[in-house]
Protein backbone atom coordinates (compact mmCIF):
# COMPACT_ATOMS: atom_id res chain seq x y z
CA UNK A 1 0.00 0.00 0.00
CA UNK A 2 2.88 2.59 0.83
CA UNK A 3 4.95 3.40 -1.98
CA UNK A 4 8.00 5.26 -0.50
CA UNK A 5 8.74 8.06 2.45
CA UNK A 6 7.46 11.02 0.15
CA UNK A 7 8.57 13.60 2.83
CA UNK A 8 9.29 14.10 6.53
CA UNK A 9 7.67 16.76 8.68
CA UNK A 10 10.18 18.74 10.54
CA UNK A 11 8.02 22.02 13.17
CA UNK A 12 10.13 24.88 13.36
CA UNK A 13 10.09 28.95 14.56
CA UNK A 14 11.93 30.54 11.50
CA UNK A 15 11.32 28.94 8.01
CA UNK A 16 13.68 31.08 6.62
CA UNK A 17 16.61 29.94 9.15
CA UNK A 18 15.98 26.69 8.44
CA UNK A 19 15.51 26.83 4.93
CA UNK A 20 19.31 28.49 4.91
CA UNK A 21 20.40 25.37 7.32
CA UNK A 22 19.45 22.57 5.84
CA UNK A 23 20.62 24.64 1.82
CA UNK A 24 23.71 24.97 3.28
CA UNK A 25 24.22 21.97 5.14
CA UNK A 26 22.64 19.15 2.94
CA UNK A 27 22.78 20.70 -0.32
CA UNK A 28 19.19 20.40 0.12
CA UNK A 29 17.25 22.38 -3.14
CA UNK A 30 13.86 24.37 -2.12
CA UNK A 31 11.07 22.89 -4.88
CA UNK A 32 8.15 25.07 -3.18
CA UNK A 33 6.83 27.52 -0.68
CA UNK A 34 3.13 28.19 0.23
CA UNK A 35 1.18 29.33 3.12
CA UNK A 36 -1.32 26.71 3.80
CA UNK A 37 -4.52 28.40 5.78
CA UNK A 38 -6.30 25.81 6.33
CA UNK A 39 -3.38 23.88 8.10
CA UNK A 40 -2.28 27.13 9.82
CA UNK A 41 1.15 26.83 8.68
CA UNK A 42 3.83 28.52 5.98
CA UNK A 43 5.81 25.45 4.75
CA UNK A 44 8.62 24.49 2.44
CA UNK A 45 9.54 21.64 0.68
CA UNK A 46 13.05 20.35 0.04
CA UNK A 47 13.95 18.03 -2.49
CA UNK A 48 16.19 15.07 -1.39
CA UNK A 49 16.15 12.22 -4.03
CA UNK A 50 14.01 10.28 -6.58
CA UNK A 51 13.23 7.53 -6.99
CA UNK A 52 11.74 4.75 -9.08
CA UNK A 53 7.83 5.43 -7.09
CA UNK A 54 8.48 9.24 -7.32
CA UNK A 55 10.64 12.04 -5.08
CA UNK A 56 11.29 12.51 -1.64
CA UNK A 57 11.02 15.45 0.40
CA UNK A 58 12.14 17.45 3.66
CA UNK A 59 8.83 19.37 4.61
CA UNK A 60 9.88 22.31 7.21
CA UNK A 61 6.73 24.02 8.59
CA UNK A 62 6.62 27.25 10.80
CA UNK A 63 3.24 27.69 12.59
CA UNK A 64 1.16 31.06 11.32
CA UNK A 65 0.33 31.64 15.47
CA UNK A 66 0.92 29.97 18.36
CA UNK A 67 -3.18 28.90 18.49
CA UNK A 68 -2.39 26.17 15.56
CA UNK A 69 -1.90 22.78 15.53
CA UNK A 70 1.97 23.17 14.64
CA UNK A 71 2.27 26.07 17.31
CA UNK A 72 0.96 24.33 20.19
CA UNK A 73 3.07 21.12 18.92
CA UNK A 74 6.15 23.91 19.55
CA UNK A 75 5.01 24.62 22.61
CA UNK A 76 4.94 21.27 24.04
CA UNK A 77 7.57 19.48 22.32
CA UNK A 78 9.95 21.97 20.66
CA UNK A 79 11.35 21.78 17.17
CA UNK A 80 11.56 18.27 16.09
CA UNK A 81 10.14 15.89 13.57
CA UNK A 82 6.51 16.40 13.45
CA UNK A 83 4.79 14.11 11.13
CA UNK A 84 6.26 11.30 8.44
CA UNK A 85 3.94 11.52 4.85
CA UNK A 86 4.01 8.08 2.98
CA UNK A 87 3.17 8.30 -0.55
CA UNK A 88 -0.44 5.55 -1.94
CA UNK A 89 -1.45 5.38 -5.61
CA UNK A 90 -4.50 5.72 -4.77
CA UNK A 91 -5.46 7.67 -1.33
CA UNK A 92 -9.03 6.96 -1.27
CA UNK A 93 -8.55 2.96 -1.30
CA UNK A 94 -5.61 3.25 1.28
CA UNK A 95 -7.81 5.71 3.76
CA UNK A 96 -10.71 2.75 3.13
CA UNK A 97 -8.08 -0.24 3.74
CA UNK A 98 -6.45 1.57 6.97
CA UNK A 99 -9.88 2.90 8.62
CA UNK A 100 -11.21 -0.74 8.23
CA UNK A 101 -7.88 -2.10 10.48
CA UNK A 102 -9.42 0.42 13.30
CA UNK A 103 -6.83 2.57 12.73
CA UNK A 104 -8.39 6.85 13.11
CA UNK A 105 -8.80 8.97 10.75
CA UNK A 106 -8.06 12.86 11.45
CA UNK A 107 -9.03 12.95 7.34
CA UNK A 108 -12.06 10.63 6.34
CA UNK A 109 -11.48 12.40 2.80
CA UNK A 110 -8.29 13.56 1.23
CA UNK A 111 -7.82 17.26 1.14
CA UNK A 112 -5.46 19.76 -0.68
CA UNK A 113 -1.61 19.25 0.46
CA UNK A 114 1.50 21.05 -0.55
CA UNK A 115 2.34 20.99 -4.71
CA UNK A 116 -0.56 20.04 -5.29
CA UNK A 117 -1.16 16.52 -4.14
CA UNK A 118 -4.07 14.65 -1.79
CA UNK A 119 -3.14 14.32 1.74
CA UNK A 120 -4.84 12.48 4.54
CA UNK A 121 -3.75 12.37 7.92
CA UNK A 122 -3.86 9.67 10.36
CA UNK A 123 -4.33 9.40 14.54
CA UNK A 124 -1.02 9.69 16.11
CA UNK A 125 -2.44 7.88 19.24
CA UNK A 126 -3.27 4.61 16.83
CA UNK A 127 0.19 4.76 15.58
CA UNK A 128 2.67 4.71 18.20
CA UNK A 129 2.59 8.45 18.60
CA UNK A 130 3.36 8.95 14.99
CA UNK A 131 1.01 11.34 13.35
CA UNK A 132 0.84 9.77 10.01
CA UNK A 133 0.01 11.50 6.31
CA UNK A 134 -0.97 9.46 3.66
CA UNK A 135 0.04 11.67 0.17
CA UNK A 136 -1.42 11.12 -3.23
CA UNK A 137 1.41 12.67 -5.99
CA UNK A 138 -0.49 14.53 -8.57
CA UNK A 139 -0.33 12.99 -11.65
CA UNK A 140 2.27 13.97 -14.31
CA UNK A 141 2.30 13.98 -17.54
CA UNK A 142 4.11 10.52 -18.81
CA UNK A 143 6.02 9.70 -21.85
CA UNK A 144 3.58 9.53 -25.04
CA UNK A 145 0.85 11.00 -23.02
CA UNK A 146 0.64 7.76 -20.94
CO1 LIG B 1 3.27 16.71 5.49
Redesign the pocket.
Known sequence: MLTRI??V?IACRSLQDKIAFYTATFGLTVVSQEVNEDQGVR?AMLHVSDGPAGASYL?L?EPLGPDTPVGRFLDRRGEGV??I?YGVANITAALAEIGATGVRLIDARPRH??MGAA?AFLHPADLGGVLT?L?EAPRRPGPAGA
Request: proline fraction near 0%; avoid cysteine.
Open positions: DHGEQLHHGGSIEV
